[in-house]
């Protein structure tokens, strides 16, 4: 092969190299979202601030047939309604679950339709998984789900796109819990969410172990009435994020993949 031969090829694989380097980059880029400190500060939507009196209280993983129903029964007690952010699949297994979440007044929101990881793109399936989880809660409840959480907290390219082209409004938190992992106690998951809590946050806590330590949704459970207390006890009412008023976070997505609608 002669010189100028290989100089095209060379530069023909420097471009592809380049090519598949952008396309990371716009897949992965928003999942820099994920971070607690620039969420807040430059996507407060996106981190579920809302009205400052108010803190949004939300599940992630559910439904479970055996964890769930003690977290209903806990917020039946503390008169308390939430949001649950369920997974179309573990819905689809528990509809029993998902309606009697419904009839105690909680709001049901998309956590997807699997607990995936998202590192590679996958547009298309992102696209048909939060359609299938969509048509899922609202099969079940009645209603239209307004909310989406994409699982692990990443909110990728794909994700954001699915979410959008399906009426939803991706929400992540602002305070958690980090009762998913297998050290976790009642005082550490207390401690952790109040520690971050602040008027107008969204606490995420999770109703299900099925993609965490076994077990560990019994430590959320128990530290659950002392977090509302404390919330009550600084003036802050306590309830789903449908009530929250969470401030518009389109424009701030928008901005963040380069878009201008």
Known sequence: MNPAALSRKAALSRTAVLGAVGLALAHVGPAGTWLPGPRR???????????????????DDGPDPVSTPRFLDALDELEVR?????????AAAHPGVVRETVRRGHEVAVHGWAHTRPWLPTPVRDARDVRAAVAAVRDLTGCRPRWYRPPYGILTSGRWAAARAAGLRPVLWSAWGRDWTADATPASVRATVTAQLRGGGTILLH???????PGCWRAALAALPDIVTRC???????????EHGVVDGWRGGARLLGRHD
């Open 82 to 90: 939430a949001t649950f952010f369920v997974l179309g699949a573990r």
């Open 207 to 213: 109703d299900s172990d099925v993609t965490s330590a």
């Open 41 to 59: 500060r430059w996507l407060p939507g996106l981190a579920g601030v809302g009205r400052a009196g108010h803190i949004a209280l939300t599940f």
């Open 232 to 242: 009550r006890q600084a003036g802050l009412t306590v309830g789903p994020l449908d």
